[in-house]
C-alpha cells in the first residue's frame, strides 16, 4: 500500500544529503525485501524468556505508568494525568461506549493495527505458513505467548484511551491521531522500519532481540522536554533503583571485564552493594540499586517479591 510513498520519500531527499539518502536507500531495500532473520532462535529466546511469563507480563504492564504517564504530562500536568491514565483502565479492560466518539475512534485503532499490533503479526504468520502445522502445537504456540500479548494489549490500549481523552480536555485537534502518536510515543515501533542498523540480518538481529526497547526508551527520553524526563526518570528509580538505569548492566559488565582482563578480581555489582550496606545498611542498598523491584525478606527468611 505504501510502495509509492517510500520509493518517493527517498527520491525527496536532496542529493546534497548524500550520506542520509544511502542510509534512506538501504532502509527502502531492507523493507522492499524482507526476510526472515534467525526467526528460529529468536522465537527460541522469546519462548524461554518471556513466553508463559506471569512476572515477564506484570512487568510489561509497568509501562504505561513508566513512559505514558511522564509524556501525557506535558499536557495538563502530572496530577491530570495520572488522574486520566486511571481512569482509562475501566476503558482498556473494555468497560466504555461503543458508540460514543471514543469507542469509535478505538475500534478503527483495533482495525488499523495501532492498540492490537501483534494480531497483524500473527495474521501475517498464518498466511505464510510460519507457525507450527498442527492444529495443537498452533494452540501451544497462542496459549504460551497470550499472556505478553495480552499485557501489551492493555498497555495500547490504556495509553490510547488516557492519550484520546487528554487531547479532547485539552482542546487539542484530531485526538485520535493524537492518540496514535502517543502509543508510537511510549510503547514503541516494532517493525522492520524501526530497526537500528546493527539490528538487521541473522546476527544482529538475535543479538538486539531485546534490545528494542532500551533504544526506544532511550529515544523517548532525548525527545521529552526536561521536566518530563526528569519525572521519566524518577519513576524509572523508584521502580527498579539506580542498577535499572539505562547502560547500568552494561557498565558493570564493561568495568567486569576490563577489571578481570587485567588480573583482577573485579566485581562492581558487589563492590556497589558492599559499600551502600555499609553506609546505609543491607535494605537501604537494596532499594537504591533496586528500587521498588527489590526483593523483601520475610520473617522464615524467604524472598517475597
Not at 548524500?18 to 528460529?40: F, H, M, R, T
Not at 506484570?58 to 509501562?63: D, E, G, K
Amino acid at each position: 500500500l505504501h510502495m509509492g510513498d517510500l520509493s518517493q520519500a527517498v527520491s525527496d531527499i536532496p542529493k546534497e544529503q548524500g550520506e542520509l539518502k544511502d542510509v534512506a536507500v538501504k532502509l527502502s531495500e531492507y523493507i522492499k525485501n524482507p526476510q526472515e532473520e534467525a526467526q528460529a532462535i529468536r522465537g527460541l529466546l522469546f519462548a524461554q524468556y518471556l513466553g508463559g511469563s506471569v512476572a515477564s507480563a506484570m512487568v510489561n504492564m509497568t509501562q504505561p505508568m513508566m513512559m505514558t504517564w511522564p509524556y501525557l504530562s506535558q499536557f495538563g500536568g502530572a496530577t491530570k494525568a495520572a488522574s486520566r491514565l486511571a481512569a482509562a483502565m475501566k476503558a482498556a479492560l473494555g468497560s466504555y461506549d461503543r458508540d460514543s466518539a471514543l469507542g469509535k475512534a478505538l475500534a478503527l485503532a483495533e482495525k488499523e493495527g495501532i492498540v492490537s499490533p501483534q494480531e497483524m503479526h500473527q495474521l501475517q504468520a498464518e498466511a505464510s505458513g510460519a507457525l507450527a502445522g498442527h492444529p495443537a502445537l498452533r494452540r501451544l504456540q497462542f496459549v504460551w505467548g497470550s499472556l505478553f500479548s495480552a499485557a501489551e494489549q492493555f498497555n495500547r490500549r490504556i495509553t490510547f484511551v488516557a492519550a484520546y481523552n487528554t487531547a479532547v480536555a485539552e482542546g487539542i485537534e484530531n485526538p485520535a491521531q493524537f492518540a496514535e502518536n502517543a502509543i508510537a510515543e511510549t510503547q514503541g515501533v516494532y517493525n522492520k522500519g524501526n530497526k537500528p542498523r546493527w539490528a538487521r540480518g541473522a546476527v544482529g538481529a538475535t543479538v538486539f532481540t531485546f534490545k528494542q526497547y532500551s533504544v526506544s526508551y532511550m529515544e523517548f527520553l532525548k525527545r521529552l522536554p526536561t521536566k518530563q524526563r526528569a519525572l521519566a526518570l524518577a519513576v524509572l528509580i523508584l521502580a527498579a533503583g539506580a542498577q535499572g538505569m539505562p547502560g547500568a548492566d552494561d557498565l558493570d559488565d564493561l568495568i567486569d571485564t576490563l577489571g578481570q582482563g587485567l588480573g583482577y578480581d573485579t566485581n562492581a555489582k558487589l563492590w556497589k552493594t558492599r559499600a551502600l550496606s555499609a553506609a546505609i545498611g543491607s535494605d537501604g542498598a537494596d532499594f537504591v540499586l533496586r528500587g521498588f523491584s527489590a526483593p523483601v525478606l520475610l520473617d522464615d527468611g524467604l524472598a517475597d517479591p
